[in-house]
């Protein structure tokens, strides 16, 4: 198993510009996450997906889309790059999140810079 | 909205002491608790996590503890050697809304 894969590892952007981040994990994972992660801000949940075709807003969802038309991929897609979504952004996905709670396994991260 | 506290943000010890590091959740509904280690440009990885009918689960020099009532936990490392020198997350799911909220992190240093 690849686990969870995420493309590209870096970016650069300029501000107004839109990109796409890729997400796929091969688990058959039903949950999968986005996080930014800034320094002294922790890990912070922009979007999640709980299956195919249902995603919901996480803490800090602003400036960004999701969809998930496969169980496998989950793309993060920023629709006008802004300097404040310069940031490292992990891909996660868990078995499920019912009952008793299950470990999130992350992808490699993309460090994105805009500018 | 729910959130995770953690403290301390760095925490500098001297190898073979130990090391706690502590959180405190707001949703009463959470019931899975789990920890996370971040090297220096890696992804975090869980070390250690405890679900809400559990008081304390240990895993060699790693352990965590839980107080539902007063809604924190903590995580406890014995013996600490330098490989330990990372950053920690806590974080805490509630199976109701399927979100997982990190706290801010601790930045531990294992002196030699």
């Known amino acids: 198993n690849a686990g969870v894969t995420q493309t590209p590892k870096f970016q650069v952007l300029k501000t107004g510009q839109s990109m796409t981040l890729q997400c796929a994990q091969d688990?058959?994972?039903?949950?999968m996450s986005w996080y930014r992660q800034d320094p002294g801000m922790g890990l912070r949940l922009i979007h999640y997906s709980v299956g195919a075709g249902i995603t919901d807003q996480g803490e800090v969802p602003n400036g960004y889309n999701v969809s998930r038309s496969t169980t496998e991929d989950f793309p993060l897609r920023l629709l006008s790059a802004a300097p404040s979504q310069t940031s490292v952004y992990f891909c996660a996905s868990a078995l499920s999140l019912n009952s008793g709670g299950d470990e999130q396994y992350f992808g490699p991260g993309t460090r994105l810079t805009v500018t | 909205g729910e959130n995770v506290e953690q403290h301390p943000s760095t925490l500098s010890v001297q190898e073979g002491d130990s090391a706690v590091i502590k959180c405190t959740y707001s949703d009463s509904a959470s019931n899975y608790f789990p920890w996370y280690k971040q090297e220096l440009g890696k992804r975090p990885q869980l070390i250690i996590d405890i679900r809400s009918n559990v008081g304390e689960k240990k895993d060699q020099r790693i352990a965590v503890t839980l107080n539902k009532t007063a809604k924190h936990f903590s995580l406890h490392i014995t013996e600490t050697q330098p490989e330990d020198s990372a950053v920690y997350f806590c974080a805490a799911s509630n199976p109701g809304t399927y979100k997982y909220i990190f706290g801010t992190g601790t930045r531990l240093k294992v002196l030699a």
């Open positions: 688990m058959n994972h039903e949950y």
